[in-house]
């Protein structure tokens, strides 16, 4: 498979990214914004994406270039693969067609999504989960056990579950008791939920997603070393690049 891997917009450890796409079968490119910018003809090099950037959003929103509106909306006609991971879904705050694209929406304010207000997202560092597959006949899972275990950080945000295909549920508690406010961290008040409610989120931390002609997954956890150098996340990763690119 040929893979182009994405980053920029978020810190992450550099090295341990660098080994975990060793690992996948694939001949990788990884570029970073802004040098990963680039347009559907472009992208028709690569049987897949893989995303782990998070452009647009910080410090201050801001739009995405025309050239990956071009690459998103051609998508569903040209069949070009997308693997999304971690804070990948929370890219480009202010486009609404990522959100639609990819399956979910993590807001750094409350904002509105489809028509309904919503307070800001919530996050919560280090939390210990059992992961289950919940489509145990799917390809992307073929190769990964029915539960397994990871610490991750785990995200209380917007999932559109009747637009989605389930793939991989979380026992980790999904409320506003236990994560933090991501308005009020960007505020300086890191780790604060003070005034802050949120109703009770999706326990779907995996999902795939068809646009078109165009396959996609997306896999939330994905936080930081110990999950990159995890053999099941690998495999879950590496069947989601084989199956969106039509290879399982």
Not at 133 to 138: G, I, L
Not at 153 to 173: G, Q
Request: net charge negative.
């Amino acid at each position: 498979m040929r893979v182009l891997a994405v980053t920029g917009g978020h810190s992450f450890d550099r090295e341990a990214f660098a080994e975990f796409l060793d690992s996948l079968p694939a001949d990788i490119t990884w570029r970073e914004h802004p040098d990963a910018d680039i347009s559907a003809a472009e992208l028709a090099e690569f049987d897949a994406s893989l995303h782990y950037d998070m452009p647009g959003t910080l410090p201050e929103p801001t739009d995405p270039p025309e050239s990956i509106r071009e690459a998103v909306r051609s998508a569903p006609d040209t069949g070009h693969g997308y693997v999304v991971l971690h804070h990948a879904l929370a890219s480009w705050a202010r486009w609404d067609e990522w959100a639609e694209f990819v399956g979910g929406r993590y807001l750094y304010q409350p904002g509105v999504v489809r028509g309904v207000t919503c307070p800001d997202s919530g996050y919560r560092h280090a939390v210990p989960e059992t992961i289950s597959v919940v489509d145990a006949a799917h390809p992307v899972v073929s190769q990964v056990p029915a539960e397994f275990g990871l610490t991750d950080e785990t995200y209380l945000c917007e999932v559109f579950e009747d637009d989605v295909e389930p793939l991989l549920r979380t026992d980790a508690e999904m409320t506003d008791a236990v994560h933090w406010s991501t308005s009020l961290a960007m505020a300086g008040r890191r780790d604060d939920r003070e005034g802050w409610r949120h109703r009770e989120g999706s326990s779907l931390v995996g999902w795939t997603k068809t646009n078109g002609r165009s396959r996609l997954v997306y896999l939330q956890p994905g936080d930081k070393a110990p999950t990159l150098r995890d053999a099941n996340y690998r495999a879950l990763v590496s069947g989601a690049l084989e199956w969106v690119s039509r290879r399982r």
